[in-house]
C-alpha cells in the first residue's frame, strides 16, 4: 500500500468545505458508534445506505436521499480514516483552485456518480454501498486536471520510505488499481461485497469532467 502524506501546494490556505465535510464525517461515526452499542447500526445502515437493488423499487427521491446520506456513512475506523486522509491532502489545493462551491459541487456529484456507476455493474445487489470514497475520487479526478505536476510525497514501505511522485503518476496509478480491482470484481462473479471498486472509478471520471467544465467556464 501507498500512501499520500502530503504534496507540493502550500498548506496555509483556508478550505471550509472541506473541513465541513471532514467534520462532518467524523460526527456522524461517533454517531454510527452509539447506534452500534445499541445494536441498531445494522438496521441504520439498510435505511440510510444506498442499495443498487431497493433503488429500484423506490421513489426516486428517496434513492437520491440514501445516494448523499450513504456519502457519510463508513464502515469502520480504517475506512473512515483512509477516506478523510485523501480529501485532506488533495482538497483544500483544489478549493483553494476553484473556491469552496464548485469544490462541493464537485465532491456531490462526483459521489452522485459513484453510486450510478456502481449500480450500473451491479443493479441486483442487495448490499448497502457506504463511504465517502466516491466522492473523494472526484476530487482526486479534478486535483489531476489542476495540479498535475504537483509532487506528492508519498510512503512507499516496499522501495523507499518516502518518495516524491508526480500527482498525475500518482492519481493514474490509483485510477489503474481501483479499473484492475473493479474488473476482477467483474470477472469474479461469486464476490458479492467488499469493496466498491467501480464507484471510485465512477467518481473519479465525473470528478475530472466536472474539473474540465469548470475550468473553462472559468476561462470564458
Not at 482538497?91 to 462526483?110: A, H, K
Not at 479499473?179 to 476482477?184: Q, R, W
Amino acid at each position: 500500500m501507498i500512501l499520500p502524506l502530503f504534496d507540493s501546494n502550500p498548506r496555509n490556505v483556508v478550505a471550509p468545505v472541506t473541513l465541513t465535510v471532514i467534520v462532518g464525517n467524523m460526527v456522524l461515526f461517533a454517531f454510527q458508534m452509539l447506534l452500534a452499542q445499541q445494536g441498531t447500526l445494522e438496521e441504520f445502515f439498510y435505511e440510510y445506505a444506498f442499495i443498487p437493488a431497493a433503488a429500484q423499487q423506490q421513489p426516486m427521491t428517496d434513492t437520491l436521499v440514501t445516494v448523499f446520506t450513504s456519502m457519510f456513512l463508513h464502515g469502520g475506523l480504517l475506512h473512515l480514516a483512509a477516506n478523510l486522509w485523501f480529501l485532506f491532502i488533495f482538497g483544500p489545493p483544489l478549493e483553494n483552485r476553484i473556491g469552496s462551491f464548485r469544490t462541493l459541487l464537485i465532491y456531490l456529484v462526483s459521489g452522485v456518480g459513484a453510486a450510478a456507476a456502481q449500480f450500473a455493474v451491479g443493479p441486483s445487489s442487495e448490499i448497502p454501498m457506504i463511504g465517502a470514497s466516491g466522492a473523494v475520487a472526484g476530487i482526486l479526478g479534478a486535483y489531476l486536471l489542476y495540479f498535475p505536476f504537483a509532487m506528492v510525497v508519498t510512503l512507499v514501505p516496499w522501495i523507499i520510505p518516502l518518495i516524491p511522485i508526480p500527482a498525475f503518476v500518482f492519481l493514474l496509478l490509483w485510477f489503474a488499481l481501483q479499473f484492475t480491482m473493479g474488473m476482477s470484481q467483474l470477472m469474479h462473479t461469486e464476490i458479492t461485497g467488499g469493496i466498491a471498486w467501480w464507484a471510485h472509478i465512477g467518481g473519479f471520471l465525473v470528478g475530472f469532467v466536472l474539473a474540465i467544465a469548470v475550468r473553462r467556464r472559468r476561462r470564458r
